[in-house]
């Protein structure tokens, strides 16, 4: 393929799909040093990639994912397959992050619990999985051991990192971490510094998963554990993803099917319960559901689906790991001031935030451009005007795309 | 509309004469880019744009045009003294409901300050409010008094009183008459349809 052939055209193609795809497995056979000092033999990293790495190697894009997201991107593994990958909207022929141009990389990151080395991977000492064995984990060591898989695949220098929340954490780390291997960096709501709101949460959410009695100090088999603490940590974290406007036009006070109206907010013709009610079958006796503490709301029923789903997916020690890495993300405090942390950067950066995130609000996302361009550096901002929260960044947005389409193509 | 683009063009002749080569230049309401742009092209400056609106900031990433989406105020609190080159404030003076916070402390950050506006003390302009009796509307301002622009029409008067009591510098001016390329040399507030000014502190 030569240059003229990589131009990109002007009109973007009508987006078409990833299509099927399928996971590998990247087994790093050295020694790897996390910033704790602890180190593990060799580590495992579960990834996909869509796309083709030109000829240059110059043309790789690589997507980093957040707490609970995976390599899984794009794509489908299996025509059954009831969803695609999480960013599908985002990354395929034709869309914001173009397959037919780029060559896109999507690692589970290392702590992990979908396929890449983490607290619940087998410890080869005792056969059993590593539990708190596991080296504690930093935004810096998942981005150490993903460069490790470009230099594996061969990438030469990346076009873009691009990621959201965590994934954005990744997405600066890479920046200041790899200068030279970094052209463009593309964070989407997220924070150069965890806030003291976003520790509380995740604490609350490790309280939860610690408290429940099957944690055991992290020792469980797999597929057991604390599957009520972790249940509840979801559910208090999806909360924070989702924004009050957002909640309300979804759910607003909407009751599950089959529960009535509580006395009080009933319409005109029901009438105050009595005597005779009790133990009627009559509209009444619903009266007596609502007074009780089985599900109600819709929202309440949505929080136990997505909390249901993720138990049956998510590694509660994973969820602890991972958590503590966000926490302990501080640019600000590791290189003294940020415009330190961003000095050697040469990517050009997009950063996006999102006007109802109130997990990583807007500015914080204002303050990783302003120390970039305080620090000399190429960032431009831009600011969506959603009310869907946190999880703005995973939604489809014709101005999202656009902008992302056209930093890409500069 | 081909004479508003050939205004627009001697508008960023003028101020692609006055950068110097190289330099870091703060454009306050750059719009998508256009200016920046052709500075970068023609002057190798290093461009950053700030603007209120995604649309406009979408216009200059897709240039390739670095650009922040935000209030031009608070922006420029982020920055320290002299840290730009040069700030650009490009027909944005008469929409801003402060301007003499914005030009102070874009001279604060910036070593030095472009400004250029439409002038409202134009003849036609006055002529305009006289004998029509309405808003001044005109190639540049096409729009009825309830569409709002501008929002705080300035003169030539006005801009140079504000520098005096300001104890503002004006280090170049370039007085245009109504065709907005000829030298106005005589009466300019009466005379001159656009005004363009380089201050420094």
């Known amino acids: 393929m030569n240059d003229a052939e990589e131009d990109l055209p002007s009109a973007p193609p009508e987006p078409g799909e990833v299509g099927l795809v399928e996971p590998h497995d990247f087994v790093c056979p050295q020694p790897f040093r996390f910033e704790s000092g602890q180190t593990l033999p060799g580590f495992t990293l579960r990834y996909e990639t869509y796309g083709h790495l030109n000829a240059a190697h110059d043309n790789a894009v690589l997507i980093c994912h957040a707490l609970s997201g995976d390599h899984h991107c794009a794509g489908i593994h299996a025509l059954t397959d009831p969803k695609p990958g999480w960013w599908n909207n985002f990354i395929g022929p034709g869309k914001a992050v173009d397959t037919n141009h780029f060559f896109v990389v999507c690692a589970n990151v290392l702590g992990g619990c979908q396929g890449s080395s983490g607290p619940s991977s087998p410890n080869p000492h005792t056969g059993r999985p590593f539990g708190l064995a596991f080296p504690f984990v930093t935004i810096r060591d998942m981005v150490r051991a993903h460069k490790l898989l470009c230099d594996h695949l061969g990438v030469s220098s990346l076009y873009a990192v691009v990621g959201g929340s965590m994934g954005g954490m990744q997405v600066l780390q890479w920046g200041i971490e790899y200068p030279t291997f970094v052209r463009r960096m593309i964070p989407l709501a997220t924070t150069a510094r965890e806030s003291a709101q976003a520790i509380a949460f995740n604490e609350v959410g490790r309280q939860a998963i610690m408290q429940d009695p099957e944690w055991h100090h992290g020792d469980y088999p797999k597929g057991g ?47 105050k319960p009595s005597a005779a009610d009790a133990g009627s079958t009559t509209p009444a006796s619903g009266t007596s559901a609502a007074y009780t503490f089985d599900v109600q709301f819709e929202v309440e029923s949505y929080l136990r689906h997505q909390a249901e789903s993720f138990i049956n997916r998510f590694d509660a020690n994973s969820y602890l790991y991972i958590t503590r890495a966000l926490d302990h993300f501080d640019l600000t405090a590791a290189h003294g001031s940020l415009e330190q942390a961003f000095a050697g950067v040469e990517a050009a950066t997009l950063s996006v935030a999102f006007t109802s995130d109130w997990l990583f609000p807007s500015a914080q996302n204002r303050e990783i451009v302003l120390a970039l361009l305080r620090a000399g550096k190429r960032a431009s901002y831009a600011e969506l005007s959603t009310n869907l929260g946190h999880d703005s960044f995973l939604l489809e947005s014709e101005e999202l795309y656009s902008l992302v389409r056209g930093f890409l193509t500069r | 509309m081909s004479k508003l683009v050939e205004k627009r063009t001697v508008d960023m002749q003028i101020i692609g004469d006055w950068v110097e080569p190289a330099s870091r230049v703060l454009d306050l309401g750059c719009g ?20 209120l609106d995604f649309q406009k900031i979408l216009g200059c990433v897709r240039r390739g045009v670095t650009a922040y989406q935000g209030d031009m105020e608070a922006f420029m609190r982020a920055f320290p003294d002299r840290f730009f080159d040069r700030v650009i404030c490009s027909r944005t003076v008469q929409e801003l409901a402060d301007p003499a916070a914005v030009i102070l402390e874009a001279l604060r950050v910036g070593r030095a300050l472009t400004v250029g506006f439409v002038n409202h003390g134009f003849w036609k302009n006055r002529a305009d409010a006289l004998f029509r009796g309405r808003k001044p509307r005109n190639p540049v301002y096409t729009t009825e008094w309830f569409e709002s622009r501008p929002a705080n029409p300035v ?32 009466r300019p507030n009466l005379f001159s349809g656009y005004a363009l000014y380089d201050l420094a502190r």
């Open chain 1, 225 to 271: 554990g604390p599957r009520v603490g972790l249940a509840i940590a979801r559910m208090m974290a999806h909360i924070t993803y989702l924004s009050d406007e957002s909640m309300d036009l979804k759910f607003g006070r909407r009751k599950t099917a089959g529960v009535a109206t509580p006395p009080g907010a009933a319409t005109p013709s029901s009438r």
């Open chain 2, 32 to 51: 998508r880019g256009v200016l920046l742009d052709y500075l970068q092209q023609t002057k190798q400056a290093r461009g950053l744009g700030v603007d």
């Open chain 2, 155 to 186: 003169t030539i008067d006005d801009f140079e009183r504000f520098c005096a009591a300001k104890g503002i510098g004006i280090s170049r001016r370039a007085l245009l008459r109504g065709d907005w390329h000829t030298p106005c040399t005589f």
